[in-house]
């Protein structure tokens, strides 16, 4: 099998009632899709991905009511949030209502619930009956797709069809906001929808306790979002000549650097815009991996707006699972 692209919801529609998996378009990366209802067809995603069963998946919907409607208990910050950022990259846990698959919460009692900005994903949700089950669409641990090609060079054998919603804009994955059981929020991810602005309606969130978080299985997906080169994160300046004998590539927050090969070289805004920077991020990490080099060089983004998002990705991307 090799997969089609493109823009045909029915086609989409028809696999996905068939238990089949459909690659869509979100404005964070590209979802690897199936009826999140469907065990078996939930278990496929686990399978192409190559994605341990402990590691549960957000189910995405077309309003909040379709939301409301997989949970169990829906506090009054759920709705607030919801409603100042949905369609959008925030994910929502909450208790999970008994429809919802084993597989899908890897057997948690919270299920993450999310309504994406896309108008592609949008259209293609209000036409099903379900909810779709959709991780990020790239081999477990490996950079997440930010558009279709993506998608096609690395799980292309795998699934009949990807929707073709262009490059995605945000480029990072949605915020994960939870709830402790007194209500109030509690941060999972960092992600493209920034902290300050959920912090507006929320207050100071607390980050949630380690033993809330799925996988519970430490340190085993410390390592995530990883480039197959090997990536060090660090004041450039200072890293190049330690690597003096070596094809090295950088991946730079603003500005280039003379004295290495722009070729090697990506910036991820010129102007110092950690949303530009975000929405660049994963495209750039695969540019550079593609160039057969020896190592990768990155720095971290300041610590505004999207800035701690895309730190979190540039750290795991380097977090050495040898050691
Ligand atoms: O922007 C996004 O969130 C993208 C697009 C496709 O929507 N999806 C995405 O999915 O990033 P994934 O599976 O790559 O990351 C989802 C994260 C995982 O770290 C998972 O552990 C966490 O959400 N998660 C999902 N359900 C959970 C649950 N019930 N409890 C705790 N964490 C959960
Ligand atoms: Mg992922």
Redesign the pocket.
Known sequence: MKAEIGFEIERAKEILKSGGLVAIPTET?YGLAANGFDGQAVARIFLA?N?PNFNPLILHVADIGAAKSLTKDWPPLATRLAEAFWPGPLTLLLPRSKKVPDLVTAGSPLVAVRMPSHPLALSLLATLDFPLAA??A?P?GYI?PTSPQHVFEQLGDQIPYILDGGHTTVGI?STIIGFSEEGAALLYRLGGQDIAAIEAITGPLAPAKKENHKPATPGRLER??APLTSFELGKIDQLIPQFKEKRIGILSFSKERPNVDSVHQRILSVDGDTVEAAHNLFRMMRELDALDLDVILAEKAPDQGLGPAINDRLHRASYDSRI
């Open positions: 990366v991905k994605r991780p990020s790239n477990s997440s994955e995530h979002y």
